[in-house]
C-alpha cells in the first residue's frame, strides 16, 4: 500500500510538472503575442509625420482592370486609356462624362472614343495636351467643364495616367480643397512630374495663390533616364 501511494504521488507530481509546463509556454507565447502587439502599435504610433497619407479608394474590381485607374471619390476618377470593352463597362458603373486629354494618334488611342462614349450615352469632351507643353488654360478648360455640372460622374485619361493624375491634383486642389500632401501622395501613385510637369503645376497654384510646398512634399523631378 505505502508503494502504491508513493506511485501515485510521483504520477500526481509529473502531471503537475508537465501542466506547469503547458501554462509556463501558454503564458510565453501570449506574452511573445503581446509584445508583437506592442511593437506593431509602436510603429503606428512613431510613422514620421510627412509619410504618404492616401486619399484613393478602393474601386469596383472591374474598373481596377483598366491601366492605372484610380478613384478619388464616388463621383471622380483618373486612368489611362480604357479599351472599348471598358467603355461599356464604366457605363454601366455609372459614368456620366468622359473627358480626354491626349492626342487621338497616339498608339493605344481609339480613334473613334467619341463616337463610342457618346453611343454609349455618356458625355464626351477631349482636350488634347501636348505632354511636352502642358498649358494652363487646357487646365481651365477642363476645369470649367466640371464646374459646369459638378454632380456628373467622371472619368478624366489619358494614356497612361500621367497628364490625367496631373490635371486631376490640380482639380481636387483648387476646387475640392484637398490638402496638398494628400493630393500629391495620390498623383505619386502613378508618377513623379518631371520638370515640365512640376513648372506647370506651380504655374497653375500660383495664379490660385496655392503655395505647392508642404511638409513632405518631394517636387524634385525624377532622374532623366540613361
Same mark, same amino acid.
Request: with cysteine.
Given at each position: 500500500?505505502?508503494?502504491?501511494?508513493?506511485?501515485?504521488?510521483?504520477?500526481?507530481?509529473?502531471?503537475? $510538472?508537465?501542466?506547469?509546463?503547458?501554462?509556463?509556454?501558454?503564458?510565453?507565447?501570449?506574452?511573445?503575442? $503581446?509584445?508583437?502587439?506592442?511593437?506593431?502599435?509602436?510603429?503606428?504610433? %512613431?510613422?514620421?509625420? +510627412?509619410?504618404?497619407?492616401?486619399?484613393?479608394?478602393?474601386?469596383? #474590381?472591374?474598373?481596377?482592370?483598366?491601366?492605372?485607374?484610380?478613384?478619388?471619390?464616388?463621383?471622380?476618377?483618373?486612368?489611362?486609356?480604357?479599351?472599348?470593352?471598358?467603355?461599356?463597362?464604366?457605363?454601366?458603373?455609372?459614368?456620366?462624362?468622359?473627358?480626354?486629354?491626349?492626342?487621338?494618334?497616339?498608339?493605344?488611342?481609339? #480613334?473613334?472614343?467619341?463616337?463610342?462614349?457618346?453611343?454609349? +450615352?455618356?458625355?464626351?469632351?477631349?482636350?488634347?495636351?501636348?505632354?511636352?507643353?502642358?498649358?494652363?488654360?487646357?487646365?481651365?478648360?477642363?476645369?470649367?467643364?466640371?464646374?459646369?455640372?459638378?454632380?456628373?460622374?467622371?472619368?478624366?485619361?489619358?494614356?497612361?495616367?500621367?497628364?490625367?493624375?496631373?490635371? $486631376?491634383?490640380?482639380?481636387?486642389?483648387?476646387?475640392?480643397?484637398?490638402?496638398?500632401?494628400?493630393?500629391?501622395?495620390?498623383?505619386?501613385?502613378?508618377?513623379?512630374?518631371?520638370?515640365?510637369?512640376?513648372?506647370?503645376? %506651380?504655374?497653375?497654384?500660383?495664379?490660385?495663390?496655392?503655395?505647392?510646398?508642404?511638409?513632405?512634399?518631394?517636387?524634385? #523631378?525624377?532622374?532623366?533616364?540613361?
Amino acid at each position: 500500500r505505502q508503494k502504491t501511494k508513493q506511485s501515485k504521488t510521483k504520477e500526481s507530481k509529473t502531471k503537475q $510538472s508537465k501542466t506547469d509546463i503547458k501554462e509556463k509556454k501558454v503564458v510565453s507565447k501570449s506574452g511573445e503575442k $503581446s509584445n508583437k502587439v506592442l511593437i506593431f502599435v509602436m510603429i503606428i504610433t %512613431f510613422l514620421p509625420f +510627412g509619410s504618404a497619407v492616401y486619399a484613393i479608394e478602393t474601386p469596383d #474590381p472591374g474598373l481596377a482592370e483598366i491601366m492605372n485607374y484610380r478613384q478619388y471619390d464616388e463621383m471622380f476618377s483618373s486612368s489611362g486609356q480604357p479599351t472599348r470593352e471598358q467603355f461599356s463597362y464604366i457605363a454601366n458603373q455609372g459614368f456620366e462624362r468622359i473627358v480626354y486629354i491626349a492626342f487621338t494618334n497616339n498608339r493605344n488611342a481609339l #480613334p473613334d472614343e467619341d463616337q463610342i462614349v457618346k453611343g454609349l +450615352g455618356m458625355e464626351y469632351m477631349q482636350v488634347p495636351v501636348d505632354f511636352s507643353n502642358p498649358l494652363p488654360d487646357e487646365f481651365y478648360a477642363f476645369a470649367d467643364s466640371m464646374q459646369r455640372n459638378t454632380g456628373k460622374k467622371t472619368l478624366l485619361h489619358c494614356q497612361v495616367n500621367a497628364r490625367a493624375t496631373a490635371f $486631376s491634383f490640380l482639380y481636387r486642389v483648387i476646387y475640392g480643397d484637398t490638402p496638398i500632401f494628400e493630393a500629391k501622395a495620390d498623383m505619386n501613385t502613378v508618377w513623379q512630374p518631371d520638370q515640365v510637369w512640376r513648372d506647370f503645376i %506651380f504655374e497653375v497654384l500660383g495664379q490660385n495663390s496655392i503655395d505647392p510646398n508642404c511638409e513632405g512634399c518631394d517636387w524634385d #523631378p525624377p532622374s532623366p533616364r540613361q
